[in-house]
């Protein structure tokens, strides 16, 4: 049946015994992952997001990892689909954005200077009628102030219904949250929502980042991206850094906000916190230079 459905409207698939099997893997998956959430098994990386201008992280994007019992460490890409076909979207969500603010608050408590950490936030999330009172109750439960956390929105999620979205991001605007458009370029995106949307960030696509240097096609997107991002008074963030080429292309561009693995993969709390302690002096301009 979910097979058929996902095909499309009046589409048929047959039965196959080895579906059975499937779906009570999948099944089993999926008791798995509603008692992570409720429990133990989920973590959240950090990955950091470093100014090219002063050499520092200036913050990081949180990313969730499941720890499954029997089939190891599981990226999103393992288990987010499996939520949301199963109704599960919208509490790994609330999960996520607890865990980000008990991290922060864990680090406000040790003395450490902490950075605004960027949660991802799934379409499901942000059509909940009470988005904005649940996302201030989660973060304010924690002990946390919603300017520490910024809510990554897609492209997508933001066009369902752009009049709604307006106003839900202006108010959790007036909280205090900062709103980021994720994935800038790859979705539907109308330029005459997007003036009228009251976001801070601006973070161009990793297939845009690869191969923006010289004068390909994507350097000139990306180069449109920043430019845009100026003229809307938007931070603009590169996502996706893996060569230092690609770095001092977007440096030299007026993109010095960086993130991607050149500078760090997603790390644990702990190697995040260690970063943070270095007194975030980590240069990574001065690994930027060293990369010949
Ligand atoms: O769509 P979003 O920007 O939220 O995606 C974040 C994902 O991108 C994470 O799964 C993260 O591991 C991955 N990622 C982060 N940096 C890089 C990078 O430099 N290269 C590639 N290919 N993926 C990256
Ligand atoms: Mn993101």
């Known amino acids: ?53 002063t050499g520092r992280v200036i913050g990081a ?7 499954h019992p029997r089939r190891g460490l599981l990226t999103p890409l393992q288990f987010v689909p499996l939520a949301e076909e199963c109704g599960l979207i919208v509490a790994l969500g609330d999960w996520v954005v607890a865990a980000a603010a008990a991290q922060l608050r864990a680090w406000t408590e040790a003395g ?16 909940q009628p009470d988005i904005v009172d649940r996302l201030v109750g989660i973060v304010r439960r ?48 109308s330029l005459g929502y997007l003036k009228r949307f009251p976001l801070d960030e601006l973070k161009i696509d990793r297939s845009f980042v690869s191969d923006a240097s010289g004068d390909s096609k994507d350097a000139a997107i990306v180069l449109s991206i920043i430019e845009l991002g100026r003229h809307f008074g938007m931070r603009v963030v590169a996502e996706g850094v893996e060569t230092a080429e690609q770095a001092r292309f977007l440096l030299a561009k007026g993109c010095p906000i960086q993130q991607g693995f050149l500078f760090s993969r997603p790390l644990p709390a702990a190697d995040f916190s ?11 301009r001065r690994q930027l230079a060293a990369a010949g």
């Open 142 to 189: 924690a002990g946390v102030a919603p300017r520490q956390i910024v809510l990554d929105l897609t492209e997508s999620l933001l066009m369902v219904d752009g009049e709604r979205t307006i106003a839900v991001l202006d108010r959790l605007r007036e909280q205090g949250f900062g709103l980021a458009l994720d994935d800038f370029g790859t979705g539907y995106s």
């Open 61 to 67: 994007e949180a990313l969730v990892r499941w720890q």
């Open 1 to 53: 049946m979910y097979a058929a459905k996902t095909a499309g409207p009046s589409s048929s698939r047959f039965f196959a015994d080895e579906m059975n099997v499937a779906a009570s893997a999948k099944l089993e998956l999926e008791s798995d992952l509603r008692r992570a959430i409720a429990g133990e098994g989920l973590q959240l990386y950090f990955q950091p997001k470093v100014d090219l201008a």
């Open 274 to 284: 260690a970063l943070l302690q270095s007194g975030r002096g980590n240069d990574f």
């Open 112 to 127: 450490i200077e902490t950075v605004c950490i960027a949660v991802n936030l799934a379409s499901p999330s942000f059509q």
